[in-house]
């Protein structure tokens, strides 16, 4: 199962809007809602932020947001700000009891 | 929720060791379990799965026939036993907790080094 594919670096300015792409192929992400993404400081333990391709846990900003389409999902993040520079991976169940990650997007706030 | 891994260290290509992970503040037995690594500067891979009542097995397909993920419920324990260990095994292994087939909460992680 190879990993998704995610742009390896985005930036943005404060208060904008940027959105992270992560493809897949059909037998991921085209086949299951089952998309989640993470969000990493560094030194630290991931973070679950969009689970179900566009469910946020309790405690997580409106401020991201989860998407689906064909064999890509879109993590979006508005109203960005200086915490929310980070690294970021997108997830997918793959529907044989196996999951594959994206190989992450460091978000750089200028 | 909290969750403890502890069994890393240094071992040479070949050895063995055992994580565990200790799971407190839910309902251990009512969740399914995973272990995730992320190897030095590199990103995450899922590693092993196991279903609340220790059976839906599975592990990557770099992983298998050589780690095994299990469980004791009645003592809130979540293990990985890793034999033939090698250089590319070398990581950080995050014990973490299932929320709807998403990896809910983690752990700190437990540094995991292969070398001669």
């Known amino acids: 199962q190879s990993a998704l594919t995610q742009p390896a670096s985005v930036s943005g300015s404060p208060g904008q809007s940027l959105t992270i792409s992560c493809t897949g192929t059909?037998?991921?992400?085209?086949?299951?809602?089952?998309v989640s993404w993470y969000q990493q400081y560094p030194g630290k333990a991931p973070k679950l932020i969009i689970y179900?391709?566009?469910q946020r846990p309790s405690g997580i900003s409106d401020r991201f947001s989860g998407s689906r389409s064909g064999n890509t999902a879109s993590l979006t993040i508005s109203g960005l700000q200086t915490e929310d520079e980070a690294d970021y991976y997108c997830?997918?169940?793959?529907?044989?009891?196996?999951?594959?990650f994206g190989g992450g997007t460091r978000l750089a706030v200028l | 929720v909290q969750l403890a891994e502890s069994g890393g260290g240094l071992v040479q290509p070949g050895g063995s060791l055992r994580l565990s992970c200790t799971a407190s503040g839910f309902t251990f037995y009512g969740s399914a379990m995973y272990w995730v690594r992320q190897a030095p500067s590199k990103g995450l891979e899922w590693v092993a799965r196991?279903?609340?009542?220790?059976?839906?097995?599975s592990h990557a397909d770099s992983v298998q026939g050589r780690f095994t993920i299990s469980r004791d419920n009645a003592k809130d324990m979540l293990y990985l036993q890793m034999n033939n260990l090698r250089v590319e095994d070398t990581a950080v292994y995050y014990c973490?907790?299932?929320?709807?087939?998403?990896?809910?909460?983690w752990g700190q992680g437990s540094l995991v080094t292969v070398s001669s």
């Open positions: 179900g391709g566009t």
């Open positions: 973490v907790k299932d929320s709807e087939y998403a990896f809910d909460k």
């Open positions: 059909i037998n991921d992400i085209g086949n299951s809602y089952l």
């Open positions: 196991i279903w609340s009542d220790g059976g839906g097995i």
């Open positions: 997830c997918s169940y793959t529907g044989r009891l196996s999951w594959v």
